[in-house]
């Protein structure tokens, strides 16, 4: 009864967490400024106008609050490991 429930709870709360730590990250290269920060201003706006849409037009198709919580933490994860990359 309360499995799905928890599920999406705990994956929004670690989307949540996991989000910060972009948005650190983000923050980091955007200060170090030049090109690599222009770059990343462009890239994160286009993103969330994408993800927006995106999950949008999930749920007008019949897709559950799960998938786009789970779409949207396999997108901060993989943002999470490009901004960690040592350059």
């Not at 599920?7 to 996991?18: C, F, G, Q, R, V």
């Not at 849409?53 to 998938?67: R, Y």
Request: hydrophobic share 45%.
């Amino acid at each position: 009864m309360f499995g799905p429930w928890w599920k999406l709870s705990m994956d929004t709360a670690m989307l949540a967490l996991e989000s910060q730590a972009v948005i650190g990250l983000r923050l980091a290269k955007l200060a170090a400024g030049g090109a690599g920060a222009q770059v990343e201003a462009q890239r994160m706006i286009s993103e969330k106008v994408f993800a927006a849409g995106e999950a949008a037009m999930m749920m007008a198709t019949g897709g559950s609050t799960q998938s786009i919580v789970s779409g949207y933490r396999r997108k901060v994860r993989a943002n999470q490991r490009r901004l960690s990359r040592p350059r």
